[in-house]
């Protein structure tokens, strides 16, 4: 009827109508939806839990049949199992289902359990099935070690529905449970679920780990933290030393985990706004026409955003990468100046771009200058690409001098905080670098006027009048230095000044210094090595007129330019030897020897670095930039073989006296043998000879000519390929000697003919360079590569990186990587330098960036350095020449740059020479750190912290020691093992033992113990594992016979059997001594035959008669003979009991021994 009216409406009451037909709609749904919450309430409030609904009103002959569903039984309250019993009736063929679903804060409708049958027998009959209800422990019990994330449930609904086949098969059902919506019948209960606050554990079913347990109890209540992500980047902490190569630090950068930061940042790749602040400080200007101060490589090796760079005339260029793939620079016109330190801030954003500069003046206070400029167009930038570079890369160097903190603001900043830190230790460099520079000045004047005083010529000496014109218009006494100059730098000119016949024969101020140097360094050693141990005596300074102190010589010798002065002075204030430790003091010194560009300085700070050492940080991007520099000057060393001051590294223990016998030198008797061996032609003797000769090692002075002579006379004799080889590549390359290409030639043939893998390479070599045939050349090494030389794997390599291969035409890069990385694994130098090269950059498709790796590559090669193997030799001459204070004191310093064998000769001068500085566990622990330390440095740490009570530390240490082969280590692991405390699972493992969790800890230790005897190498004598493995195997053995009853009654047996035994021997020993006693005592004949005297007889005789006369004149027989008879037969009687007791007795022991024998074995 209302709609009827409607119907009748103009237009414009009709918009009224339908707002008023709205209105009484949504009043309707009101009505509606009340009614539904009021019979909801209702039924909460009537405690019905479980009511049937039909789903559809059927038809009045359906209706009839009767189906229905419900349930007979139903728990609660939620539990992991309940038993639900349904009750049921099907007027056809039907299918009947059950389910709950969970209620969550989260969620709701979530089936947890679904359960459905098919009915097809049977209609109108009532049926019940009992179904079993399974929850997951999540939903039921509290968080513990099993259930880590309980789920919170505010309800859970149990519900029952049927449904017709036949109807589900028209809805297109088959085979599927249909939904609880779209049944025919259904019924539900509601069950209370237990509140997180209120559940119980799980009970335990199974049983965990102890170590595990206790580690879940101490993290479960651990808050998770995000990790942190932040806008701010320090790219750069800790001072970084550029030596104005091709070496910088590498960092990249990585998304944001944050999405809104993330969202910022890719929204300004093409509208940047960006800020960065580097410090940095100066020692020279750039020699080339650009060094690098800090660049931006793309993914694609082009430049990116930003480049800040510096030119020859000290000004900063900032080049930046448009949106518009054009690259556009700019260029600050103020000159940076040098020894200070200097603060560069870029801002840009979108266009703009605004440099500021502010440096410290030397005197105090700041000065900055601000450069603004507008590029054409938008800045792209994406800080995810690539890498940056700070300092020098492949491709510029960088800057001489020192990074101080960089800091970098992702998404821009007005305002920079960047201060100068550490301060001190940054304020400190620039001190004494201006001292230096001052002194220099002074000691070049000072050689200038003892030049000219000596050209002045004597008094009866002509010279020409325009000479003495000059001198008389010129020579004026003019005042060199000042009071200040000439009182802070007295100790400069007294040296200067009694040293004099050092230098006045130099060509150049800097040679002068170089020679004095290398003096003041060595009177520096020795006063060291005299005072060792005398601490803060060193620091002090020389008093007026006094013999400089240890200090002073070291700090002159290392301004003058000595390559190990500043090394020695770090070492000295970072391991106390000598005076105090002082961090901040080595921290100085070290990075002025890294900027100097010296290689132990190099390795030094790379150790430091790589491990996180005195202060120092862990950073391997910085430890790679610092071995990569080593490692190049290691690779072009070992093409200087007429260097004085380089030998082979030699890993020499003092400890080990067969290696020192090989270091006699050459009145030594190796030697002197074999050059008697090699003088009769033995040809082994003779490339040893001359392999010794060439590299100057074992103790043998470096001899080119020698060497060569030897190397032909063994080559020449066309039977050994190796000495072929050497020889011919030799004449090849006219190393000491004129080139001869057709004898080298032949006998690089001829050797490869006979297999050597290094003549192939050779022969590769010679087609690469000279022979100009590049195919032969790739065959050759290819051959030689698949022979195993590492150096014919390096030169496939460089094919493959330069796209020469004529058959593989193109350049690969991926393919040069990985022969790169072989032959440096195999200890190629140039192998190692360009695999590691790629490996600290990253962007090689294929290959992740990894500078971990890169530095342990770098590592082992640069170790190989020949300054590094002299200084060794050095310092063991001193040991072998009694100087033992000398020698800790070089060793120390080489301890210094991470060389194990160099920290283990130290500990051991340490702890014999029994220094106050305890330096012995320092160079210890220290060999611990490296890839393949020295077993002595592990069990010595392990005993340390085995002392201390921190057995975690000392068996990891001792796991260590017994996986390099160290039967000590193993030893020392079974004994904590047998103790109760658990070997490694891991270190199980490597051993190839069983890990089972139920394995028994004496099996464990048996395995250890029969590793440790078959490494003790002492067949013939009972060595520490041998007897414990003895001990261990009678106590098992023991053990296992006692534990079964059966054995244990045959043991009690036999022990009975024993005793039985003892007690009839003494009885049988005792009888015939106690019979002959009694006989004895009486006229008779003794049991043994003898007879008694003729007296006695008749005495006996006559008493005898009297005693027969008392009795009644009757004979009876003496009671002595009696008892005599009965001891006869006992004794009879005994010995046949012994005799079986006996026979008992071995059987038991017997069969004792052989089972306890088998225990044993």
């Not at 050797?751 to 045939?773: E, H, I, K």
């Not at 002392?947 to 193993?970: C, H, N």
């Not at 009696?1122 to 079986?1140: F, G, I, V």
Request: hydrophobic residues 40%; contains cysteine; glycine residues 8%.
């Amino acid at each position: 009827m209302f709609l009827k009216t409607t119907g009748a409406l103009t237009a414009a009451p009709r918009r009224e109508m339908l707002s008023h037909n709205m209105k009484v709609y949504s009043s309707s749904s009101f009505v509606t939806r009340a009614a539904v919450y009021s019979a909801i309430l209702c039924v909460i409030q009537g405690e019905i839990s479980a009511r049937t609904t039909n789903s559809s009103l059927p038809s009045l002959d359906r209706s009839h049949h009767g189906d229905f569903v419900q349930f007979d039984v139903a728990p609660d309250v939620v539990a992991v199992t309940s038993s639900v019993l349904v009750n049921y009736t099907c007027s056809r063929s039907c299918r009947v289902g059950l389910e709950a679903v969970l209620n969550t804060p989260q969620e709701g409708g979530r089936v947890a359990f679904r359960r459905s049958w098919t009915h097809l027998t049977q209609f109108g009959k009532r049926r019940r099935r009992r179904v079993v209800v399974t929850f997951p422990p999540a939903v039921v019990y509290a968080r513990d070690f099993f259930v880590r994330r309980p789920v919170e449930v505010r309800d859970v609904m149990l519900r029952a529905w049927l449904v017709h086949l036949d109807a589900e098969e028209r809805t297109g059902g088959r085979g599927v449970v249909g939904p609880y919506h779209q049944s025919l019948v259904r019924t539900f209960k509601v069950l209370q679920a237990v509140p997180l606050s209120e559940r119980t554990v799980q009970p335990r079913t199974r049983s965990v780990a102890w170590g595990v347990e206790l580690l879940w109890n101490l993290t479960k209540d651990r808050l998770e933290q995000c990790a942190h992500d932040s806008a701010v980047v320090d790219v750069l902490a800790f001072p970084f030393a550029s030596s104005g190569e091709r070496f910088g630090v590498i960092r990249t950068l990585h998304p944001f985990t944050s999405t809104d930061l993330e969202r910022a940042r890719v929204r300004g790749i093409q509208r940047p706004r960006v800020t960065l602040s580097v410090w940095l400080y100066l020692l020279n200007q750039c020699g080339q026409k650009q060094c690098g101060i800090i660049r931006h490589v793309t993914e694609h090796r082009t430049y990116g955003t930003p480049l800040i760079m510096i030119n020859k005339s000290g000004r900063v260029v900032v080049q930046m990468s448009l949106v518009s793939r054009e690259e556009q620079a700019f260029t600050a016109h103020t000159v940076l100046p040098v020894r200070t330190w200097t603060r560069l801030d870029l801002f840009f954003h979108t266009s703009m771009v605004k440099l500021v500069i502010t440096y410290v003046k030397p005197a105090g206070g700041t000065v900055e200058n601000t450069h603004s400029y507008e590029f054409s167009g938008a800045v792209l930038y994406n800080d995810t690409s690539g890498y940056f570079a700070i300092g020098g890369d492949v491709y510029m160097p960088g800057i001489h001098g020192y990074f101080g903190p960089i800091k970098y603001y992702r998404l821009g900043s007005e305002k920079v905080e960047n201060p100068l830190s550490p301060s001190r230790t940054l304020n400190n460099l620039d001190r004494i670098h201006r001292e230096c520079e001052e002194m220099r000045g002074i000691t070049a004047d000072y050689l200038r006027a003892v030049g000219e005083s000596s050209t002045r010529p004597a008094n009866d000496v002509c010279e020409a009048y325009s000479e003495g014109l000059r001198r008389s218009v010129s020579g004026r006494c003019v005042q060199t230095w000042s009071w200040d100059q000439q009182r802070r730098h007295s100790t400069a000119l007294q040296i200067l000044k009694t040293h004099q016949e050092l230098i006045s024969g130099q060509r150049s101020s800097r040679r002068a210094e170089l020679h004095l140097s290398q003096h003041l360094f060595k009177v520096a050693v020795k006063k060291l090595s005299t005072a060792v141990g005398e601490g803060p005596g060193a620091e002090s300074g020389a008093e007026s007129g006094a013999e400089p102190s240890l200090m002073e010589l070291l700090q002159l010798s290392s301004c003058w330019g000595h390559q190990q002065a500043s090394l020695m002075l770090a070492t000295l204030h970072l391991s106390g030897i000598g005076l105090p430790a002082d961090q901040e003091q080595g921290h100085v010194h070290s990075l002025m020897g890294g900027a100097g560009d010296r290689r132990m300085d190099l390795l030094h700070l790379g150790y430091k670095h790589m491990q996180g050492l005195d202060g120092f940080p862990k950073d391997q991007d910085m430890s790679c930039a610092y071995y990569s520099n080593v490692g190049q000057q290691t690779s072009l060393d070992r093409d200087k073989v007429l260097d004085s001051e380089q030998s082979l590294t030699e890993h020499v223990h003092l400890t080990h006296a067969h290696e020192l016998q090989t270091q006699t030198g050459d009145t030594g008797d190796l030697v002197q043998f074999l050059k008697l061996q090699a003088e009769g032609g033995d040809v082994e003797a003779q490339k040893t000879l001359a392999r010794m000769l060439f590299w100057g090692s074992n103790g043998v002075m470096k001899d080119i000519s020698a060497a060569l002579r030897w190397y032909a006379r063994s080559a020449l004799q066309m039977n050994d390929p190796t000495a072929m080889y050497d020889y011919g590549i030799l004449l090849l390359k006219g190393t000491g000697m004129k080139k001869n290409q057709t004898l080298g030639l032949k006998l690089l043939k001829k050797a490869a003919d006979m297999g050597s893998a290094d003549a192939l390479n050779g022969l590769g070599w010679y087609y690469s360079t000279a022979g100009q045939d590049d195919r032969k050349a790739v065959n050759y090494f290819e051959l030689a590569a698949q022979n195993g030389s590492r150096d014919g794997v390096f030169n496939l390599g460089v094919y493959h990186l330069n796209g020469a291969d004529p058959d593989k035409p193109g350049k690969n890069e991926t393919a040069a990587f990985q022969c790169f990385l072989a032959a440096g694994e195999q200890g190629h130098v140039e192998g190692a330098v360009e695999a590691a090269a790629l490996l600290c950059r990253g962007g090689l498709r294929g290959v992740a960036r990894n500078p971990g790796r890169a530095v342990t590559l770098l590592k082992k090669v640069s170790e190989k350095n020949g300054h590094l193997g002299f200084t060794i030799r050095e310092a063991l001459k001193a040991y072998q020449q009694g100087s033992w204070d000398e020698a800790l004191v070089k060793y120390a310093m080489i301890a210094e740059t991470g060389l194990v064998v160099a920290q283990y000769n130290a500990a051991y001068l340490c702890e014999v020479l029994k220094h106050g500085s305890a330096c012995h566990w320092r160079y210890h622990n220290y060999s611990t750190y490296n890839h393949a330390p020295h077993e002595a440095g592990l069990l010595k740490m392990g005993d340390y912290y085995s002392e201390e009570g921190d057995m975690v530390k000392a068996i990891a240490l001792y796991s260590r020691a017994a996986l390099e082969g160290s039967p000590q280590g193993l030893y020392n692991l079974a004994v904590l093992t047998e103790a109760g405390y658990s070997a490694p699972s891991r270190v199980l493992e490597e051993m190839q033992f069983q890990t089972d969790a139920h394995l028994h800890k004496s099996a464990v230790v048996e395995g250890l113990l029969l590793r440790c005897r078959s490494l003790e190498g002492q067949e013939d004598e009972l060595g520490p594992c041998s007897l414990a493995l003895l001990w261990l195997r009678v106590r098992g053995a023991w053990r296992a016979v006692t534990s079964s009853p059966v054995k244990m009654t045959l043991s009690g047996l036999a022990l009975t059997a024993l005793a039985l035994l003892l007690t009839a021997s003494l009885l049988q020993h005792a009888l015939p001594h106690l019979s002959s006693g009694r006989s004895n005592s009486h006229p008779r004949q003794s049991p043994g035959g003898t007879i008694a005297s003729a007296p006695d007889q008749q005495a006996l005789r006559g008493t005898l008669q009297a005693s027969e006369t008392q009795d009644g004149g009757s004979p009876v027989p003496s009671r002595v003979e009696s008892l005599a008879q009965r001891m006869n037969q006992n004794s009879h009687w005994l010995q046949e009991a012994t005799d079986m007791v006996i026979t008992a007795t071995g059987v038991c022991i017997c069969a004792l021994c052989m089972m306890f024998v088998s225990h044993l074995l």
